[in-house]
């Protein structure tokens, strides 16, 4: 069983099902632009992994829910999800922050997506 939680869901089927009221996502969560954490899955299997700066931190303008579902789109994910996002929104490559925290600073999140590239007989063991 893998399981993530986040959401509104962005594309569904290839294409852009952004719904975020229907899901129970207060507007205060949606509008505007925001920094933005994405995950999203290609129809080959391979996954893409969004953090767009942006908002109070004056790096950039962030990004809408829609600006981040036809980003995913372009991208060619048939299925993509948005995860937490503001001051959470945080990448993290080999132990470094590769962003700019919308905080100003990295924020104590308590979840993450982790990506750790398969060994090359492809089953993970050796």
Not at 21 to 39: I, M, N, P, Y
């Amino acid at each position: 069983l893998h399981a993530v939680g986040g959401g509104p869901l962005l594309v569904s089927g290839g294409r852009v099902i952004l719904d975020p009221g229907r899901e129970g996502f207060r507007a205060d969560v949606t509008a505007g632009r925001h920094a933005r954490t994405a995950v999203g899955l290609k129809a080959d299997g391979r996954v893409v992994l969004i953090a767009a700066e942006g908002g109070r931190d004056g790096r950039g303008p962030g990004l809408t829910l829609t600006e981040l579902a036809n980003l995913m789109l372009q991208l060619g994910c048939k299925a993509a999800m948005n995860l937490d996002g503001g001051g959470s929104t945080t990448l993290v490559v080999q132990g470094e922050v590769v962003n700019a925290c919308a905080d100003g600073f990295p924020r104590a999140v308590s979840n993450a997506l982790v990506v750790i590239p398969r060994r090359p007989n492809g089953n993970g063991k050796g």
